[in-house]
């Protein structure tokens, strides 16, 4: 139930993405709750793709469809979340080479979301095939930030 909560206070604060981010977050600690349910959420989803990807759980093309397209709307979020004061904060994993290096972080970022967006498409194709060729490169980006800028 808590992560079905999570899950739709993400996607209810999608619609305040328009917003300067600053001004999504009263504090920095809702900037940090903000990122880490997005990211709670990606990696639900993440992981059901990945277990069908990797044979560990049986292939359902609406189930890995559904998953996609909830991770390619949801990994427009996180970044929002990354703002001024909430690089230090209860929980929080970033590294603060993240804040040093915002430009490489952006980039990281726009990758992950066309990486997850071929993900989307090859899910929506009902083939495995085209799962499996388009999760590696998705996984990929989300290691590459994971190995750079998150903290163990």
Same mark, same amino acid.
Not at 38 to 58: Q, T, W
Not at 136 to 150: L, S, V
């Given at each position: 139930m ?6 739709? *206070? ?9 917003? #300067? ?16 349910s997005?990211?709670? $959420?990606?990696?639900?989803?993440f =992981? ?14 609406? $189930? ?18 990354? $703002? #001024? ?23 990281m ?7 997850v ?18 999760? =590696? #490169?998705? *996984?990929?980006?989300c ?10």
């Amino acid at each position: 139930m808590k992560k079905m909560i999570r899950a739709a *206070a993400v996607l209810a604060a999608a619609a305040a993405v328009s917003l #300067p981010a600053a001004a999504q977050f009263a504090k920095a600690e809702d900037a940090i709750n903000y990122r880490q349910s997005a990211f709670a $959420v990606l990696g639900h989803h993440f =992981g059901r793709l990945g277990a069908m990807a990797n044979g560990k759980m049986p292939f359902d093309a609406a $189930v890995a469809a559904a998953d996609a397209d909830v991770i390619a709307a949801v990994a427009k979020l996180p970044a929002a979340g990354f $703002v #001024p004061g909430s690089e230090k904060g209860h929980g929080t994993k970033t590294k603060p080479e993240a804040w040093k290096e915002q430009a490489k972080v952006k980039e990281m970022d726009q990758k992950m979301v066309a990486e997850v967006a071929k993900l989307a498409t090859a899910a929506k194709s009902g083939n495995l095939d085209q799962l499996k060729a388009a999760f =590696g #490169p998705a *996984a990929q980006t989300c290691k590459a930030c994971h190995d750079n800028y998150r903290a163990r």
